[in-house]
């Protein structure tokens, strides 16, 4: 079986993608990701073959989930697809190109950039959704992650949440539209569904990679769902933490783990600063890990039996090894999840505060501390009721060995092996 994997975004969209690769791979099956450029290294570590999409929407599209407020930043987002029309057809030529290289026999594909159920269509393959939460897959239970609706509204509501993000997908229409009248020689799409719910509604099955232990799923999911745990990623074969990270963490108790991924604010420097001054107030030692969104401590002055700085490192390796993660509720809910270890959730915008709301009700972490208000003191006091309750770290430790029970590598591989392709030959003109 070879298979395109398709996504967009920064490395929370694209880590699970990797991952699948990787598990198709070990599997017997041949996989090329399609993703933003920048990513091709990441992938080639983990001995994923690898097409480059265009990344200059990227970039854009992570400005929003950190700028902004509530309405204001859901404004931005559509300000920045509507703006983004020129770029996002870079991205789809370059999926059409990647489409027609791979040949593949299923296309699983993200939400967004929104080509993968077109080339599904145009090469005649099974097209299988594979969504990181549930905001395209409406039901009654609960709102859609994007939005900050409370808990308890009635059923009809909840499914209605899950139109708002039509909007924001909608001013793409024309620049797909027509890109899959010109490059895919499609016929246009009926009906005035958004993308999202054409995304779901149009594919021959659809992963959930979200773990029931933090999500059950809902009852009112068409069984064409399956909802198959998170995916997650093992460090690079050969990986070796570097020598002062091992010696730090050789050197007293656990740390705490603080980093916020791809979704830092404006001045990475001060949240440093409160990140620093955190650790300080509660007493405990730190491992920072700066990601792609540049949070920074260090500099004179710091205290380097206290903080141990890194760029990037392997967070299945890591997060064993702390006593409690600090992060954003992006991608990094997954290894935190598996860690067993409590959390303390700073969420910045998108889906995060929905996360970060989840894990405090299922008793894994205490109250979210949002970015727009987070404080040392506060960080520090969350610290010390994620450390100091014996009720959240028994919950986290059992929700960690719940997590690491489930094998979504290997479901999402037996689901995709029990398709059927049904490729057809593009002509030769169009293989060039």
Known sequence: MRVLLLTYGVRGEVEPFVALGRALRESGHEAVLA???????????????????????????????????????????????????????????????????????????????????HLAERLDVPGVLLTLDPMYLPTGEFPNPLYPAPAGLPRRLNRATYELPALAWRVTAPTVGRWRRESLRL??????RGAPRRAAAGARLVLNAVSRHVLPPAADWPP?????????????????????????????????????????????????????????????????????????VGGPGTDERRL??????????????????????????????????????????????SWARRLH??????????????????????????LGDPGIRRRAAELGRRVRGEDAGAAAVAELAGLRARGRPLPASEQQ
């Open 35 to 117: 993703g933003p450029a920048p990513f091709a290294p990441f992938a080639a570590e983990h001995g994923v073959e690898f097409a480059a999409l265009d990344a200059g929407l990227a970039a854009g599209l992570r400005d929003t989930v950190t700028g902004g407020r509530g309405v204001l930043r859901r404004m931005s987002l559509v300000r920045t697809l509507a703006s983004g029309g020129p770029a996002l057809r870079r991205v789809l030529d370059d999926a059409w190109d990647a489409a027609r290289e791979v040949r593949p026999d299923v296309v699983v594909h993200h939400a967004f950039p929104m080509a993968g159920r």
């Open 187 to 192: 016929p246009p799409e009926r009906g005035r």
């Open 224 to 296: 064409t769902v399956r909802t198959i745990g998170y995916l997650r990623l093992p460090p690079p074969p050969g990986w070796r933490p570097p020598a002062a990270l091992a010696a730090f963490l050789a050197a007293g108790e656990p740390p705490v783990c603080v980093g916020f991924g791809s979704a830092v604010g404006r001045d990475p420097g001060a949240s440093g600063r409160t990140v620093a001054e955190a650790v300080a107030r509660a007493g405990v030692r730190a491992v920072v890990v700066g990601g792609a969104g540049g949070i920074r």
């Open 308 to 353: 141990c700085f890194v760029d990037e490192v392997p967070y299945e390796w890591l997060l064993p090894r702390v006593s409690a993660v600090v992060h954003h509720g992006g991608g990094t809910t997954t290894p935190a999840a598996a860690s067993g270890r409590p959390q303390v959730l700073c969420p910045f915008g998108g889906d995060q505060p």
């Open 361 to 386: 009700r299922i008793g894994v972490a205490p109250a979210p501390l949002p970015q727009s208000r987070l404080t040392a003191a506060g960080l520090a006091a969350a610290l010390r009721e994620a």
